[in-house]
């Protein structure tokens, strides 16, 4: 029972331009969200997490849209560098439900 | 300040054999988890130690334990090896149990052959 779900196993973006990451969500308990970056041969990075009280968390070139009504939320970075290109992994949790569920992790590629 | 640290970073393994692997968190961390990572499956949840106890638990076999001393550095056993249990192994600390921010080490790459 994938509660956390990342529907595109791959993403490809020129330099410059918007990468946008999708997540959807089952798990209505969840009120807790965090995108996690991870390099190879590295463990994940917390990126940016957002709490079910907003709807837009941002930081730097990094923001994270929640859209409870449809358990979707995006990560949006503007604009993309080389660097970027990792896994991004999307995760939840709530004070309930303890444990962090994470997704299926989404490889992002920015072409320069 | 230094980050989680894992041990040992590769280890090769045949069916049948068991495997302890170890994990120290950032100090001042009093939960950590560990995740099992293998291609297509994204990070699965295994369990979360807290000041000594198991707070939670994932949907894997009793093969699979740990535990955590008071110094809050945790290993994870995986006894009766098999072909599938080969992954990375993730271990992630943060300062209080709930699930927020996590801190993760660099993994152990368990091969079972």
């Known amino acids: 029972d994938q509660q956390v779900k990342q529907n595109s196993p791959s993403l490809s973006v020129q330099e410059g331009r918007i990468s946008i990451l999708n997540c959807d969500y089952t798990n209505s308990m969840f009120d807790y969200f965090l995108w996690y970056k991870k390099y190879p041969a590295e463990g994940p990075t917390f990126l940016i997490s957002?709490?079910?009280?907003?709807d837009k968390n941002e930081d730097g070139r990094f923001t994270v849209f929640l859209n409870k009504s449809a358990k979707h939320l995006s990560l949006h970075i503007v604009p993309s560098q080389p660097g970027d290109s990792a896994v991004y992994f999307c995760a939840a949790s709530s004070e309930g439900y303890q444990k962090v569920t994470f997704g299926t992790g989404t490889k992002l590629q920015v072409i320069p | 300040k230094a980050g989680v640290t894992q041990t040992p970073r590769y280890l090769i393994k045949t069916r049948g054999q068991q495997v302890t692997l170890s994990c120290s968190p950032i100090?001042?961390?009093?939960?950590v988890s560990w995740y099992q990572q293998t291609p297509g499956q994204g990070l699965q949840f295994l369990f979360e130690?807290?000041?000594?106890?198991?707070?939670n638990k994932g949907n894997f076999p009793g093969r699979f334990s740990g535990r955590q001393f008071s110094n809050s550095r945790s290993e994870m056993n995986v006894s009766t090896l098999e072909l599938g249990d080969s992954a990375l192994y993730l271990c992630a600390s943060s300062l209080n149990t709930g699930g927020y921010e996590q801190y993760f080490g660099p993994g152990t790459r368990l091969t079972v052959t």
């Open positions: 130690y807290f000041s000594e106890t198991q707070r």
């Open positions: 957002i709490s079910s009280i907003k």
């Open positions: 100090s001042g961390h009093r939960s």
